[in-house]
């Protein structure tokens, strides 16, 4: 899969913006605060639908219009799919080939794209929801049916806790646990069942950055593999929390608050990592996730690497500059300059320079 036409529309700082990328490696250059990242930035709404960064939908829109669009070309074994995105106050309104999409399935995972940002580096030491949703997006790309389920468990965790909140007798809350178990045990399931493919890999590409003198591994606090198991897990978890759970008005126990422990060499990476493990560990998930991801689905990612050049050492980018020269996706990389790329030997790519929100030829 490629990308072959972007167009912008009032996409934050680039009043209008349109580019035919290469099949192999596109490259944004330019100093800081140009729209190097917000270019990036747009191709990834055409896969996922909303941001990497954090922020409201109308901090997208820039200040000669009241919408912003973002439209692209995806070419797929000869046949080529028109993907927009309108962004107008809060509401998106999202076309492809000219129709609304009906379901999840129609929408995730058809245009998959895979980014390493410096900003997903301190995910290793942040809250456990930035772990759970770096893995939970990657699960989706493979399992595009998984948003559903993910949606599906967090409506029943609001009801149940608007309830909780309002103290009603537990023969009313009945109804929601056993339907928050039902979904919060099949959550479970498909993020185990993704790690038992992703760690393997994972594992590997770790050893290669580090030389094989360190160890990675992800530990998921849940050890069952079948859904019974994990039912009565929820269950007696439930059970257990039920006291605190009519103290605090909330839902103790499930999914959303399960916490994926990143590893280096059998200690807690978020406590005792150094910082450039940190970024071998985020490195190695995201080479582990575009490997699985072609096996499971067959189709190549597009990937995404912003300000990738000043974020890594040496060794760690020798690592990755092997990898994308192994593989034959598209690769669409941010930087300030394009030495470093040509010095690695990227001689057949295309440059754009990025200045003041224009997109031109390099």
């Not at 800081?32 to 990497?52: D, M």
């Amino acid at each position: 899969m490629t990308l072959t036409r972007l167009i912008l529309h009032n996409y934050r700082n680039i009043p209008t913006a349109e580019i035919c990328p290469e099949a192999g490696f596109n490259i944004f250059c330019g100093d800081n605060a140009q729209g190097k990242t917000n270019t990036l930035e747009s191709i990834y709404l055409l896969g996922h639908y909303k941001s990497f960064r954090r922020g409201r939908n109308d901090e997208l829109i820039g200040d000669i219009d009241r919408f912003c669009r973002v439209q692209g070309d995806f070419c797929t074994n000869d046949l080529t799919e028109n993907v927009c995105l309108t962004i107008a106050g809060d509401q998106k309104n999202l076309k492809i080939n000219g129709k609304q999409p009906q379901h999840s399935n129609e929408m995730f995972g058809r245009f998959p794209s895979v980014l390493f940002a410096p900003e997903e580096v301190g995910i290793t030491k942040g809250y456990p929801a930035g772990r759970r949703s770096l893995l939970d997006r990657a699960l989706c790309h493979t399992q595009p049916s998984f948003l559903d389920l993910a949606r599906a468990y967090q409506r029943c965790l609001r009801q149940r806790n608007t309830l909780l909140k309002e103290g009603v007798a537990q023969a009313m809350l009945y109804p929601w646990t056993e339907e928050l178990i039902v979904t919060g045990a099949k959550v479970r399931l498909a993020r185990r069942q993704y790690l038992n493919r992703l760690l393997p890999l994972l594992r590997d590409a770790y050893r290669e950055i580090c030389a094989d003198r360190e160890t990675a591994d992800l530990v998921y606090p849940i050890n069952y593999d079948n859904l019974a198991d994990l039912k009565d897990d929820l269950r007696r978890n439930l059970e257990r929390e039920h006291s605190r759970e009519k103290k605090y008005g909330m839902t103790m126990a499930g999914p959303h608050r399960d916490d994926p422990v990143f590893m280096v060499d059998n200690r807690v990476l978020g406590l005792y990592g150094s910082q450039g493990q940190q970024r071998s560990f985020i490195l190695a998930f995201k080479t582990a996730q575009i490997i699985d991801l072609e096996q499971e689905t067959g189709s190549v990612p597009l990937l995404l690497l912003d300000d990738m050049t000043s974020e890594l050492d040496r060794k760690r980018l020798d690592f990755f500059f092997r990898f994308l020269h192994e593989r034959k996706g598209q690769v669409f990389i941010t930087c300030t300059e394009l030495t470093p790329l040509q010095n690695a030997g990227f001689t057949n790519m295309r440059a754009f320079r990025v200045q003041e929100g224009i997109l031109c030829d390099y």
